[in-house]
């Protein structure tokens, strides 16, 4: 079973940079489609950024994108999001996510999820 777990949450200033690593572990980590989420607080769970570990593809949400870029080391097992120029509309959980779908996958067909790591954006 796939295990997921996300670091690198944080405060910082709007503007600022922050970059969330996501650590996964047993399965075939490369075939996967991997994704980020992020919840703020009362509301829905909402799709980031979504990455396909073997052809490279991606896809973004429209309130992040030229701003946030997903990238993955398949010899780490890693996903990354890099946040620039942060808004306090970016506070939220975020949470990673494993999918045996290719993209573009719902959020219903990602199997795995992280616990979340906290990011809150200061005004």
């Known amino acids: 079973q796939v295990q997921l777990v996300e670091s690198g949450g944080g405060l910082v200033q709007a503007g600022g940079s922050l970059r969330l690593s996501c650590a996964a572990s047993g399965g075939t980590f490369s075939s996967y489609t991997m994704g980020w989420f992020r919840q703020g607080p009362g509301e829905e769970r909402e799709f980031v950024a979504s990455i396909n570990w073997n052809g490279g593809s991606t896809y973004y949400a429209d309130s992040v994108k030229g701003r946030f870029s997903i990238s993955r080391d398949n010899a780490k097992n890693t996903v990354y999001l890099q946040m620039n120029s942060l808004k306090p509309e970016d506070t939220a959980v975020y949470y990673c996510?494993?999918?045996?779908?290719?993209?573009?996958?719902?959020?219903?067909?990602?199997?795995?999820w992280g616990h979340g790591t906290q990011v809150t954006v200061s005004s």
């Open positions: 996510a494993a999918s045996v779908f290719p993209i573009p996958t719902p959020r219903a067909m990602y199997g795995y």
